[in-house]
Nanobody
Framework: QVQLVESGGGLVQAGGSLRLSCAAS????????MGWFRQAPGKEREFVAG????????YYADSVKGRFTISRDNAKNLVYLQMNSLKPEDTAVYYC????????????????WGQGTQVTVSS
């Protein structure tokens, strides 16, 4: 099983940028489509972005399309989320997880999540 550690969150003003990282342990990292999710206070966790196993294809939630970019480095077992033009509504705890299938918007493991990384965007 892959273990996940997210980092890179923080407090930023609206319009600013942050880059999140997800470190995944395990030799099978490159065999998974990977994704980012987020959960705002009082709301359910939602899909943000996904990237296929070789990084050749990416897909996004409509709310972040054009502002966020997902990427990965299979040699380092890392997944990134570059977030630009941040808005207060992007405030949430961000998590990474393998996806249930290619182009899926659902996590492979709904009962296993890392500790997440807090992103707070002030207006």
């Amino acid at each position: 099983q892959v273990q996940l550690v997210e980092s890179g969150g923080g407090l930023v003003q609206a319009g600013g940028s942050l880059r999140l990282s997800c470190a995944a342990s395990g030799r099978t990292f490159s065999s998974y489509t990977m994704g980012w999710f987020r959960q705002a206070p009082g709301k359910e966790r939602e899909f943000v972005a996904g990237i296929t196993r070789n990084g050749g294809s990416t897909y996004y939630a409509d709310s972040v399309k054009g502002r966020f970019t997902i990427s990965r480095d299979n040699a380092k077992n890392l997944v990134y989320l570059q977030m630009n033009s941040l808005k207060p509504e992007d405030t949430a705890v961000y998590y990474c997880n393998p996806m249930s299938s290619t182009y899926s918007r659902y996590p492979l493991w709904d009962d296993y999540w890392g500790q997440g990384t807090q992103v707070t965007v002030s207006s």
